[in-house]
DNA sequence: ATAGACTCCGTACCATGATACGGAGTCAAC
DNA sequence: GTTGACTCCGTATCATGGTACGGAGTCTAT
């Protein structure tokens, strides 16, 4: 198979595949001198693997040693036991790591349809120590860029916002704000309570920003209202 | 305490506490307008908590959506429910998988000093084959052929060698000594740790072949030394 | 009240893990 | 044997998660 159909099989882009062939986490099946690479079937499989390690927190390098564990001829068999011990015992740490994370997250759950007013139960208490922050959720959508306008459709918004309490508010309206189509960048203040807002007044409006911050659980409002 | 101190207790640079802020991870906890940051005790565990979200393969956005679920007063403990549950969700399949990685390592070490054959079994082998025994593969390695010589030029070396500690690893040295020119056969002792080998000494020579067994991470020695 | 240690803040820089680009080369199908 | 899709390769760029710098400001102890 070739490196588009590897790629697109293992579920990455072409250029990940010769990432990952720089990096020494795959051979380089090439014949001779000039060609297109041909990959075995179950390259695949492999690639699927690296992503997998990826998102479990090992690097790259991590993940090839990992891949190139092995008894075969050649490697030295109590070497290779060691480290595979060494690894061994790293992946149960993160497990069992993963599995105080779980837990925790499961006594949350449990103390959330509580009865309790004023239980303000975080994953940190329930993980171990205390410690208390909080900014309301939000849906994680897809970015829609923005580009510049050449001029004088662009124009600042300012508006109120009351309800953020911590950077994390900010951070969360911030993101929101510059999701919405038409809006450029959203500058937030915490101190202030305000956001401004570059939009391209042709593609959006304020009433609509305002909308997009109070469905995040804030109240908002332009000043000059 | 002061920055200094919160980053040193953490283990982590003073300036990672000032991006964590930044990042929202954190609250800023200044006074009035300027002055120097004092935290909370518990803030060192929270910072602990995103360094270890962190190894685990959590984004920073990750871990901050984590620190900041919570049973709020009142409002939508439904949604901060649904939330926690999702974020289970991932922590759980994170946990499966890496559950799989461990018994993959489990299998590859255990298969170590096993049965006789040199059997190529990497991380993969025993990651794809989730408990059904899938094929190992059989390294295909190129031997030279080293054909019996007529007369007396063909000799017998006796090698000590140190190190090997299962099957495998006499298969791996007995393939290495066999691929070597001038190397008829090898037969290979664990249990005396030692190696017959019949060689043509007009090919090579007993101080080369010490050197193959020790290049693989053995040691060997002549006896009659 | 002054030294010395620590902190502030913005900005620049870094490593990792990708992604994108573009002109030339390769391949398979017609 | 030409076309058109795909590939090659080097290099540039990007996002994330930090780290480093440096001049000015703040604290604390003497």
Do not use: N, W
Not at 29 to 57: C, D, M, S
Not at 105 to 130: E, H, R
Not at 132 to 148: D, H, I, L, N, Y
Not at 149 to 157: H, V
């Amino acid at each position: 198979m070739t490196i588009g159909v590897l790629a697109e099989a293992a579920g990455v882009g072409v250029e990940t595949v010769r990432f990952y062939e720089r990096k020494g986490l795959i051979a380089q099946p090439r014949k001779p001198q000039r060609g297109f690479r041909y990959y075995a079937p179950e390259t695949v499989e492999r690639i699927r693997f690296i992503r997998q390690a990826q998102e479990l927190g090992f690097t790259l390098r991590e993940t090839r040693e990992l891949l190139s564990l092995r008894t075969a001829p050649g490697a030295d068999c109590a070497a290779v036991r060691a480290q595979a011990q060494a690894k061994l015992d790293d992946v149960m740490e993160k497990t069992r790591r993963l599995e105080a994370i779980c837990q925790a997250l499961q006594t949350l759950i449990a103390a959330c349809p509580g009865k309790g007013p004023t239980v303000a139960c975080t994953i940190l208490d329930a993980f171990g120590s205390q410690g208390s922050q909080g900014a309301p959720q939000q849906v994680k959508v897809r970015r829609k860029q923005t580009k510049a306008q050449p001029s004088g459709s662009m124009k600042t918004l300012v508006l109120s916002i009351s309800g953020m309490h911590c950077a994390g508010c900010t951070e969360t309206v911030k993101s929101l704000l510059e999701l919405e189509e038409g809006v450029q960048t959203a500058a937030l203040s915490l101190e202030e309570a305000k956001a401004r807002i570059l939009y391209d007044s042709t593609v959006t409006e304020p009433g609509r920003l305002v909308k997009v911050v109070e469905r995040a659980g804030y109240s908002a409002s332009t000043p000059a209202e």
